[in-house]
């Protein structure tokens, strides 16, 4: 299973439009995915139309609960997803002072089955906090939404900073699978000129695939649907897709 932190401190990068977009383009694709919602926002979770989650992955961070317990179905293709709630604005408070806070969560994804899904995504809130800290320390790979309109280079220093410290100190083995440019409107130089920055900073880390501004993203959460499902042949269904491709093909060529 390849578990993939989606984070971005900045606020608005296309974190979850990304990671519960993504998950439907994989599963799709017959690959299954559970999606782990972070935000104390709760956005994914409710994009995936679940209610009543009680108090989601909270339970795992403060009551020992187990992530298993918490999984919950979707009517998305392959995915399945663990819910977050309002209760996660708390989880730096609890777990101020605890041993071993860090890496709760990581802990808990070493139980999972591993065999159930090829994917684990985990969409983490717009903070380098504790839950950032324990996606990071649990997963093997972060994947970087940036959005174009923003040249984010300042914010991606931090983040990066922030990837290095996790590394050194919790987790060798993470890598960078990807940054991934999202909102980029085609009919401003602008957008353009931000991707092509990324790519002479970062080269090869920055995925050939990008994601077009398009109405229909923004739309579908409404619905309760991924845009797989919403609009299929819309420039977000594609973007999305190409994206599933280009992670599935860096599969390539490991093990
Ligand atoms: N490609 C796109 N085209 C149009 N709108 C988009 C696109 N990607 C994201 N958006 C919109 O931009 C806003 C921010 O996107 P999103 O919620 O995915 O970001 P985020 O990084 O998860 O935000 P937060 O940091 O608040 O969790 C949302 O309103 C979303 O609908
Ligand atoms: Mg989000």
Excluded at 32 to 45: I, K, Y
Excluded at 61 to 79: A, H, L
Aim: net charge neutral; hydrophobic share 40%; proline share 4%.
């Amino acid at each position: 299973m390849r578990c993939i932190a989606i984070t971005n401190q900045k606020g608005g990068s296309g974190k979850t439009t990304t990671a519960v977009n993504l998950a439907a383009a994989l599963g799709e694709k017959k690959r299954r995915v559970l999606v782990m919602d972070l935000d104390p926002q709760c956005s994914a979770t409710s994009w995936f139309g679940i209610k009543n989650t009680d108090k989601g992955i909270f339970r795992a961070f403060v009551e020992n609960g187990n992530v298993i317990d918490i999984i919950s179905q979707t009517n998305v293709p392959n995915v399945e997803v663990v819910p977050a709630s309002p209760w996660l604005v708390g989880a730096e408070k609890a777990l101020a002072g605890e041993v071993g806070a860090e890496t709760i969560l990581r802990r808990q994804v070493r139980n999972l089955p591993t065999d159930r899904w090829e994917y684990l995504l985990i969409d983490c809130p717009p903070a380098l906090g504790i839950l950032t800290v324990n996606a990071l320390a649990a997963a093997g790979e972060v994947l970087v939404p940036v959005e174009a309109h923003v040249l984010a280079l300042e914010g991606l220093a931090q983040l990066l900073q922030t990837i290095d410290v996790v590394k050194e100190r919790l987790n060798p083995e993470l890598t960078i699978c990807g940054i991934l440019v999202c909102r980029v409107d085609r009919r401003t130089r602008h957008a353009q000129e931000v991707v092509e920055q990324l790519q002479s900073r970062f080269g090869e880390l920055v995925y050939k695939t990008v994601i077009r501004e398009n109405v229909r993203l923004a739309e579908c959460p409404s619905f309760g649907k991924p845009i797989t499902l919403y609009d299929s042949r819309s420039y977000g269904a594609q973007d999305y897709r190409a994206l599933a491709v280009e992670i599935i093909r860096q599969e390539r060529g490991r093990e």
